[in-house]
T-cell receptor, first 114, second 115 residues
Framework: EAQVTQNPRYLITVTGKKLTVTCSQN?????MSWYRQDPGLGLRQIYY???????DKGDVPEGYKVSRKEKRNFPLILESPSPNQTSLYFC?????????????FGEGSWLTVV | QQQVKQSPQSLIVQKGGIPIINCAYE??????FPWYQQFPGKGPALLIA?????SEKKEGRFTISFNKSAKQFSLHIMDSQPGDSATYFC??????????????FGRGTQLTVWP
């Protein structure tokens, strides 16, 4: 089954404690991306990657890091989480190429920073 | 700066009604306009998308209308059903060559369809 898998799905952590949210896709997609979803603000892109070792900033990259060492994985790293990073996070992937390629989203990771 | 402006924020219709969600953009370089549907506890899923070379696209009960000169596009849901109750996001993107660039989302519309 084609899917984007995120872990953990739910996490409560404390300010300053480094954490990583993993993302893996089994569709051999080149493109992967991270979004955060906040009430009233919709989905905002954090980082995206067009392929292995190629990453780019989205709208709200501050406080986040990413890496793309393998095609299937795109972890999101919060080096020193702060309460304003409490949010619902989505990883997404798609093929690149002709327009209309579907972007597949994971089921989301609820992160609370206290 | 909001790249894509979406309205209304919430919408309630009776079953069988035709909810309409509107989006507007400024960047004329955008050339791909998808709509996503999100159910509670799930990630968004692509519903329908349009390129600016057409003014309308239909897929089942869902229709996108596109007005290039006004830089607006809208989603119409014909014969709406309670199962259509979800949050809908419009989005816009620029295709760089053959790659999908950054995707800018509207803030979402929470649709409730009463039986």
């Amino acid at each position: 089954e084609a899917q984007v898998t995120q872990n953990p799905r739910y996490l409560i952590t404390v300010t300053g404690k480094k954490l990583t949210v993993t993302c893996s896709q089994n569709m051999n997609h080149e493109y992967m991306s991270w979004y955060r979803q906040d009430p009233g603000l919709g989905l905002r892109q954090i980082y995206y990657s067009m392929n292995v070792e190629v990453t780019d900033k989205g709208d709200v990259p501050e406080g986040y890091k990413v890496s793309r060492k393998e095609k299937r994985n795109f972890p999101l790293i919060l080096e020193s989480p702060s309460p304003n990073q409490t949010s619902l996070y989505f990883c997404a992937s798609s093929l690149v190429g002709t327009p209309g390629n579907t972007i597949y989203f994971g089921e989301g990771s609820w992160l609370t920073v206290v | 700066q909001q790249q894509v402006k979406q309205s209304p924020q919430s919408l309630i219709v009776q079953k069988g009604g035709i909810p309409i969600i509107n989006c507007a953009y400024e960047n004329t370089a955008f050339d791909y306009f998808p709509w996503y549907q999100q159910f509670p506890g799930k990630g968004p899923a692509l519903l329908i998308a349009i390129r600016p070379d057409v003014s309308e696209k239909k897929e089942g009960r869902f229709t996108i209308s596109f007005n290039k000169s006004a830089k607006q596009f809208s989603l119409h849901i014909m014969d709406s059903q309670p199962g259509d109750s979800a949050t809908y996001f419009c989005a816009a993107s620029i295709y760089r060559g053959s790659t999908l660039g950054r995707l800018y989302f509207g803030r979402g519309t929470q649709l409730t369809v009463w039986p």
